[in-house]
């Protein structure tokens, strides 16, 4: 099924809803979503056409359409739903209500952040009270019977990347491996869940509406105070030991945290499962660049909790000197150009922007880019004793020696060392020394020690 473009989104925007498009942007991001008015009958209505995902579905449109439905049929603040649209020829879409505010806290004061977000938790908390049979009934995912609650997104997760694997990933195998054998286990928890949380709208100090519900299911609610983590990075909800302390007083019953941290830690390493083969084979709809940055960032998050609960401390790796090479100049050549081409559509300025990017990323590993290769194989020497042939040849048999530890676990030490400083390889070759790509930021750690932004 094929994207359309933005006229044609219009046109199937109408088509249902009718009226006219008197003003209409597409999204800059990596999931097909247009920002709508429509005039009809003498008001000017905001719209959102959120598209079908190319090459990283995790749930069906029509899954996240009825969870969706679901919890607006229950009082949820949730955007109103106008529609599901399919159109032959093109990927499904959904046409919802575009709520006021801002999904950030840029400019908001600590005691106002607050508010929002207690009032947050206070839907989530309602919402994990209510009865999950409606939703089972309706075809939401949740676990099989006999099956404990706490693995039911996660098992999915796994599935759509074994469906969609063509390439070595060593550490996906190995982070799978890790969590199979460290399960948040539910204990008889189940209910509604948005999963991916964190993502609302505020305005005036005031929760305006949960969003981006794709990720809902019945499972283990404690996910849901769990996955916000990552998020927290770059939002900052507040302190997370506080919010748990705050959700517990809301429900009534102990956050187990255990469960949270085995949660946490599968979380991280679901970017790398729902988007890894979008990386290694992407289509032209592919926001690479972020897709690449994502995965680098949440692997690190990764190893840095494996890190801590292993008590394993983890090291830093030298940024080498660029290397010079007789490529240079064009690389000079094509940055610069990309950097000052300026054009007035915003679809095409999105699309040089990520040219850009990758132009950046590949100008650094032509700079750097051996001399990382080297080192990934210099680790592998230590743990194989031997040296593989090519860094492709290491990326089997790396996912191989994985894959022949899962069940134990023996190298659980030195394999989360060994791949934390591949991926701070991987992140500084994101772009230039002390971009915005190559900064990683700590998620906050349960044991309430300071965390810092790293800058490679």
Known sequence: MGVPTTEQASEIATGFFGGKVVAIERQARWRPTWFLDIERDGEVVPLVLRGDRTDSEAYPLRHEY????????????????????????????????????????????????????????????????????????????????????????????????????????????FGLGWHKRHKPHANGRLAPCVWDSGQFHHDNGHLVALIDLEFGQVGDPLSDITIWRMRDTLLHFG?????????????????????????????????????????????????LMTFMQWNSETNLMATDFLGEYLSVDLPDVEIPDPTATRHDAAFDQLVGTLRTVAVDDPETQHQLRLTFRMARHLQRRSEIGAVLDEADVDDLQELFGHRPASWLDGE???????????TTGKYDAA?????????????????????????????????????????L
């Open 396 to 406: 089997r048999e790396l996912e191989q020696f994985v894959m022949d530890d899962t």
């Open 239 to 287: 302190d997370m030991a506080k919010l748990y302390e705050r959700y517990e007083d809301l429900t009534g019953a102990p956050v187990d945290i255990e469960a949270v941290k085995r949660h946490h830690f599968a979380a991280c390493i679901g970017n790398q499962l729902q988007f890894g083969a979008a990386v290694a084979k992407p289509d032209l709809e592919t926001d």
């Open 66 to 173: 009825v969870f969706h439905q679901l919890m607006a049929d229950r009082g949820f603040p949730v955007p109103h739903l106008h529609g599901y649209l399919e159109t032959p020829g093109f990927i499904d879409a959904v046409l919802m209500q575009r709520v006021p505010g801002k999904p950030h806290f840029d400019g908001v004061d600590e005691s106002m952040r607050d508010q929002v977000v207690d009032e947050y938790l206070q839907q989530l908390a309602r919402l994990h009270q209510l009865d999950p049979a409606p939703f089972i009934e309706a075809g939401i995912t949740h676990p099989p019977p006999g099956q404990d609650a706490g693995m039911v997104s996660h098992d999915n997760m796994e599935r759509r990347y074994r469906e969609r694997k063509h390439h070595p990933d060593p550490f996906a195998e």
């Open 415 to 455: 394999l989360t060392v060994l791949f934390h400083k591949r991926h701070l390889r991987t992140h500084m070759s994101l772009g230039p020394t002390g971009s915005s790509m190559t900064r990683h930021y700590q998620c906050q750690r349960f044991d309430g020690q300071p965390t810092r932004i790293v800058a």
